[in-house]
């Protein structure tokens, strides 16, 4: 099982991820695109690194938002496989 941080650890790995709250034990940003198909299209670039990583966000859809919430659920909180899958998301355009 993964290593939970410390509430130092994530205030400072989150200081390097712009646009990304710490809500919690989550870790969440929304992004806003034209229209529908964008945020579509958005969410499937987003297998592969969550794939690659076996790290899976949660995801809500709501026309042309995405909200992405990152958590390691079986640690029960932020570890930093959510930090690693958060900075290959904030990569994607």
Do not use: C
Request: charged share 25%; aromatic share 6%; glycine share 6%.
């Amino acid at each position: 099982m993964a290593q939970l941080l410390t509430e130092a650890e994530i205030q400072e790995s989150a200081k390097v991820l712009s646009g990304w709250t710490v809500e919690g034990s989550n870790l969440e940003i929304t992004r806003t695109f034209k229209d529908f198909i964008q945020a579509i299209e958005f969410v499937n670039k987003l297998v592969e690194p969550a794939e690659s990583a076996g790290h899976h966000p949660d995801i809500e859809i709501s026309y042309n938002k995405v909200k992405i919430r990152l958590t390691t659920h079986d640690a029960g909180g932020l570890t930093q496989a959510d930090f690693d899958v958060a900075q290959a998301i904030s990569q994607i355009n």
